[in-house]
């Protein structure tokens, strides 16, 4: 299958220019990946790099909550290194179960319209639902980033082809169909959906 999302690889010049201008990691950041990479050897192994970085995006008083069904990698690498912060570490909530659960908990518990902003990034099946969720928890004018929008190229080439593609695909059209938001969909990498609640 042809992949025809533009998606730029990193030994190409314009990502290394971009990555250049843009990345700009702090050290804690950059020993969380190294760390990472030098135990598992890949970048495929999820130790809470997001949440960190959104943790170290938000003020002294600010919260992050994540959310995922597995602390392994996370207890094992990831904890070890944002713990020596504990400025940076007190900000995050590490939920141990589905994110669906955890989005709804806060809603019945009166957070809806209180959040600035999501990463949707967990399990692609349920897109839909984490966009709907999130959307109801957001104020007005927070934003969400959708990660992996593009699913290389799948919704475009074989939008009907697998449950995580059609997941995908759903999740776009109802960003794109809804009165409550604007957005642009990012083709770079494997794709990056940007959502604005009005
Ligand atoms: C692409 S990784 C996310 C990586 C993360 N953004 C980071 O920077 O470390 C997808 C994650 O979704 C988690 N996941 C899978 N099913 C889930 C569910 N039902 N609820 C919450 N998280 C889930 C996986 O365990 C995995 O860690």
Redesign the pocket.
């Known amino acids: 299958m042809a992949n025809i999302s533009r998606g730029f690889h990193h030994d190409d010049p314009i990502a290394q220019y971009c990555a250049k201008l843009t990345e700009k990691l702090e050290p804690i950041e950059k020993e969380l990946q190294t760390t990472t990479i030098e135990k598992r050897g890949n970048g495929r192994t999820?130790?809470?790099?997001?949440?960190l970085a959104w943790a170290l995006a938000v003020p002294s008083d600010g919260e992050v909550i994540s959310?995922?069904?597995?602390h392994e990698t996370l207890n094992a690498i990831g904890k070890q290194i944002i713990d020596k912060r504990p400025e940076i570490s007190k900000k995050i909530k590490f939920e141990l179960?589905?994110?669906?659960e955890t989005l709804d908990n806060l809603i019945e518990k009166g957070e809806a319209g209180k959040f600035d902003f999501a990463?949707i990034?967990?399990?692609k099946i349920?897109y839909p639902s984490y966009y709907t969720k999130s959307m109801e928890l957001l104020r007005s004018g927070g934003v969400i980033f959708v990660?992996?929008a593009l699913w290389h190229g799948k919704v475009v080439t074989e939008p009907d082809g697998d449950d995580d593609t059609r997941a995908i695909a759903k999740c776009n059209d109802l960003i794109s169909n809804d009165p409550a938001s604007t957005n642009v969909l990012i083709n770079v990498k494997d794709g990056l959906h940007i959502v604005f609640k009005k």
């Open positions: 999820f130790t809470g790099s997001s949440a959310m995922d069904v597995q179960r589905p994110a669906t990463f990034d967990a399990d349920n990660d992996n």
